[in-house]
């Protein structure tokens, strides 16, 4: 199942919410999902370096003719193994409800042209192929126009609402961001 972790003891799929209400999962992924949210935003003490790519607001901060587009955001949980931190999480943005009013495609070569191009290194004798991979191309591009997101309350961890003092920035329930920088899930 995509975007969660499967128990070793129970063979059953387990999303975020479920895991850290295992004691035997919570602490693990509570922090790796406070690595997120600090790496997203300022930081998370001296542990993480932070990318102001997101910044919690009070919801009066929203401009009042978007409040109407704030999204709401998913968190994916993964176990890499190979990777320096094993317990993967991020955090995606809802981007089914975001009403971006530019263009939000990317140019691609259509299938012709990269038959001609295979096709060229093929028939050439002695020729060489690369391919290239840009890690997170569009992650942390500035963007002209701000987004908005809300998260539950419930599910931030404790370091992070103390450390950003977010139960002062509470309204209904939930903590306001504002988007600054390309995230996963963003349409444009």
């Given at each position: 199942?995509?975007?969660?972790?499967?128990?070793?003891?129970?063979?059953?799929?387990?999303?975020?919410?479920?895991?850290?209400?295992?004691?035997?999962?919570?602490?693990?992924?509570?922090?790796?999902?406070?690595?997120?949210?600090?790496?997203?935003?300022?930081?998370?003490?001296?542990?993480?370096?932070?990318?102001?790519?997101?910044?919690?607001?009070?919801?009066?901060?929203?401009?009042?003719?978007?409040?109407?587009?704030?999204?709401?955001?998913?968190?994916?949980?993964?176990?890499?193994?190979?990777?320096?931190?094993?317990?993967?999480?991020?955090?995606?943005?809802?981007?089914?409800?975001?009403?971006?009013?530019?263009?939000?495609?990317?140019?691609?070569?259509?299938?012709?042209?990269?038959?001609?191009?295979?096709?060229?290194?093929?028939?050439?004798?002695?020729?060489?192929?690369?391919g290239?991979?840009?890690k997170?191309f569009?992650?942390?591009?500035?963007?002209?126009?701000?987004?908005?997101?809300?998260?539950?309350?419930?599910?931030?961890?404790?370091?992070?609402?103390?450390?950003?003092n977010?139960?002062?920035?509470?309204?209904?329930?939930?903590?306001?961001?504002?988007?600054?920088?390309?995230?996963?899930?963003?349409?444009?």
């Amino acid at each position: 199942m995509a975007m969660a972790v499967v128990d070793p003891d129970t063979g059953k799929s387990m999303e975020y919410r479920e895991l850290i209400k295992s004691p035997k999962t919570k602490s693990t992924w509570t922090q790796s999902f406070a690595n997120e949210l600090g790496r997203l935003a300022q930081g998370v003490g001296d542990r993480v370096a932070g990318t102001n790519t997101l910044f919690f607001i009070k919801h009066d901060a929203i401009p009042p003719e978007r409040r109407k587009d704030v999204t709401y955001g998913r968190i994916v949980v993964d176990v890499r193994p190979q990777k320096s931190e094993p317990e993967r999480t991020r955090l995606t943005v809802g981007g089914n409800l975001i009403n971006y009013p530019g263009e939000v495609s990317t140019a691609t070569s259509d299938l012709t042209t990269a038959n001609m191009v295979i096709n060229s290194v093929i028939s050439t004798e002695g020729a060489r192929y690369a391919g290239l991979d840009i890690k997170n191309f569009y992650l942390g591009t500035p963007m002209e126009r701000y987004e908005y997101m809300r998260l539950p309350v419930g599910i931030l961890p404790a370091e992070i609402v103390s450390q950003y003092n977010l139960l002062s920035l509470a309204h209904n329930g939930h903590i306001y961001v504002e988007i600054r920088r390309g995230m996963y899930g963003l349409p444009q």
